[in-house]
């Protein structure tokens, strides 16, 4: 079973930028979907970003415009480049191998003056 570890997260002004990293312990070239989420204070979990096999990118109406996730299969690689971040984007976020069950142990968001 592979691992996924996140990194990059930080504190960060409203409309600056952050990547977000989720490097795999092993392949993930077979797992058809991969999957940005994250949950803010008293919140639910809720999907950010999803990235097929074939390059394939779905957004949340909350970021579209605004992230970007992309995939290197070879390099077992799934970021997420967000831009002009907002206070609500204030989350721990998480990498997600999709029908797995496996996930990152969460990277902090800050984005607050």
């Known amino acids: 079973q592979i691992q996924l570890v996140e990194s990059g997260g930080g504190l960060v002004q409203p409309g600056g930028s952050l990547r977000l990293s989720c490097v795999a312990s092993g392949s993930i070239s077979s797992i058809y979907r991969m999957a940005w989420y994250r949950q803010a204070p008293g919140k639910q979990r809720e999907l950010v970003a999803s990235i097929t096999r074939t390059l394939s990118p779905n957004y949340a109406p909350s970021v579209r415009g605004r992230f970007t996730v992309s995939r290197d299969n070879a390099k077992r690689m799934v970021d997420l480049q967000m831009d002009n971040l907002r206070p609500e984007d204030t989350a721990v976020y998480y990498c997600?191998?999709?029908?797995?069950?496996?996930w990152g142990q969460g990277a902090q968001v800050t984005v607050s003056s």
């Open positions: 997600h191998a999709d029908q797995t069950g496996i």
